[in-house]
């Protein structure tokens, strides 16, 4: 099966930048999860399986469910140690930003990110892309980041000579970014390459076990008092949303990662279209983080652009509000309206 996603002009281009390069930086967006924590360590595996010194930066806390993947241990949290950042930013001789598609998904580190004078280069599938970039590799079809990733090693010559520390973080990034394959996964080339991933002997199952059944009690509970408690089910729409506040989750002991994977619930509940959480930031006042999931040709990344300042993917999508939970809640009922007729349809 062919799998190539470089142009030729791109493979040598990307073969130049990379053989020119020795300090080489890999970014992701602020709050990582699975996929760019993933294709961020597979790219660096398979760089540093080519002589290069590398280096993953991001922005500040991944979930916990992902601190088994090998090679965490060398990544770099900004937040933390925003002075040393700061400094491999300025001597570094290429930076790749993966998995998002504009600099503001960086927050803290954008000015860092942009007043390098390195190259960048963007490996992403978010829609229209805007980061200042010598080369863009934009594919919005992909599953993941993970997935381009994978095609781009391929079609390097790279992939024989790697092993399961590539394979296991690749196939992470690709699971969870669909959801366990729920989702945005219904090429065939997904499976092709998840077969050429099991060549590397990784543990698929334990891979999934890893990132789906490995939370504390407190977010189990959580999740019962979620659906319980706070799921606002609108039968006329086909829709349903719930809050989370920063006392609830103070409540339920909440870190970082315990509500992935809680707006998927809904979606069992026979006839849904669209499932939204909205959630406090834990932090920040006034902050309300939006993720949407829809099914079929629902566009919830066109309702994330129209209200909640995001977008996304067809069927998996996120945003912001920056307003009180009431007035999220009432942004919600309006976007919920105003897509109406395809809700109901």
Excluded at 76 to 92: A, G, P, Q, S, V
Excluded at 205 to 227: F, Q, W
């Amino acid at each position: 099966m062919n799998i190539d996603i470089l142009s030729e002009d791109q493979l040598v281009q990307l073969d130049q930048l990379i053989s020119h390069a020795d300090n080489i930086i890999i970014t992701c967006h602020k709050s990582p999860d699975g996929d760019a924590i993933g294709s961020s360590l597979g790219w660096a595996e398979y760089l540093r399986s080519k002589g290069k010194e590398v280096t993953v930066i991001v922005p500040d806390q991944y979930p916990d469910f992902l601190l088994w993947l090998p090679n965490t241990e060398k990544i770099i949290r900004y937040d933390k140690h925003r002075e040393k950042c700061d400094m491999l930013f300025k001597i570094t001789d290429l930076i790749f930003c993966l998995d998002y598609n504009t600099p503001s998904r960086v927050e803290d580190m954008q000015q860092a990110l942009i007043s390098t004078k390195a190259p960048r280069v963007l490996i992403d599938h978010h829609l229209n892309p805007d980061v200042p970039a010598v080369l863009t590799i934009s594919h919005p079809e992909a599953c993941s980041t993970s997935e381009l990733v994978f095609r781009i090693v391929w079609q390097m010559g790279g992939f024989e000579q790697l092993d399961k520390h590539f394979a296991t973080p690749i196939y992470c990034g690709m699971m969870t970014d669909t959801g366990g394959f729920l989702w945005n996964s219904t090429r065939c080339e997904i499976y092709f390459i998840i077969g050429e991933l099991l060549t590397k002997h990784i543990d698929k199952d334990k891979i999934y076990r890893n990132v789906y059944h490995n939370y504390s009690e407190d977010r189990l509970r959580l999740m019962g008092y979620v659906m319980y408690e706070k799921l606002v089910y609108l039968p006329a729409y086909h829709a349903a949303y719930y809050t989370l506040t920063k006392e609830e989750q103070k409540r339920f002991n909440f870190i970082k990662g315990d509500a992935e994977g809680l707006v998927n619930i809904p979606q069992q509940i026979k006839g849904l279209k669209l499932s939204i959480s909205l959630r406090e930031d834990s932090d920040k006042p006034n902050l309300v983080w939006v993720s949407l999931r829809s099914v079929d040709d629902f566009p919830c990344n066109l309702m994330a652009a129209d209200f909640f300042n995001g977008g996304g993917h067809l069927n998996a999508s996120g945003g912001r509000i920056n307003g009180t939970m009431e007035e999220a809640v009432a942004i919600v009922n309006k976007a919920i309206e105003a897509y109406a007729e395809q809700l109901k349809r």
